[in-house]
């Protein structure tokens, strides 16, 4: 009896396990396709603000959400997790790229369209990070 009683609490705790681990890999997807140009741009643009609100605003957004996710690395591999921090440094390393382009006249409006620009140029692929971090859940 006592053996059938640690069974089923094992049964149950690595169920909860698989659940958060999954719920953990669901999140960080979600933070993937949230920092992603295409995405936070549409999000986030007020056109007519200076370039240098909006290049902040973006990276202060993105670092947030990132530290709202912060504890999902105790359930994602070492590999997810370390593409995934990859993905988010180079995207502000782009943003910030982008913005030294600007004139110093320029919009939100501008810079968003330089970001879009650098990234559509650059080997940064959020679907190649995607892929990467499905196929560790898989």
């Known amino acids: 009896v006592a053996q059938e009683l640690i069974n089923k609490v ?3 705790c690595c169920g909860i396990k698989v659940n958060l681990k999954l719920l953990a890999y669901e999140r960080i997807i979600l933070f993937i396709e949230r920092i992603k140009p295409d995405s936070f741009i549409p999000r986030t643009l007020s056109p007519s603000l200076p370039y240098q609100e909006y290049q902040l605003l973006l990276i202060n957004e993105i ?3 990132f530290e709202y996710n912060l504890s999902q690395q105790l ?3 070492e590999n997810a997790w370390e593409v995934t ?6 995207i502000i390393t ?3 790229s982008a913005a030294t382009s600007c004139p110093p006249q320029a ?3 501008d810079l968003a369209r330089k970001i ?3 990234y559509i140029s650059s080997d940064l692929k959020g679907e190649q990070i995607l892929k990467i971090v499905k196929a560790e859940i898989q």
């Open 10 to 12: 094992k049964s149950k």
């Open 63 to 65: 670092r947030k959400e």
């Open 75 to 77: 359930y994602l591999s």
């Open 85 to 90: 921090v990859n993905f988010k440094d180079n």
């Open 94 to 96: 782009l943003i910030n």
């Open 107 to 109: 919009t939100a409006g």
């Open 116 to 118: 879009l620009e650098h």
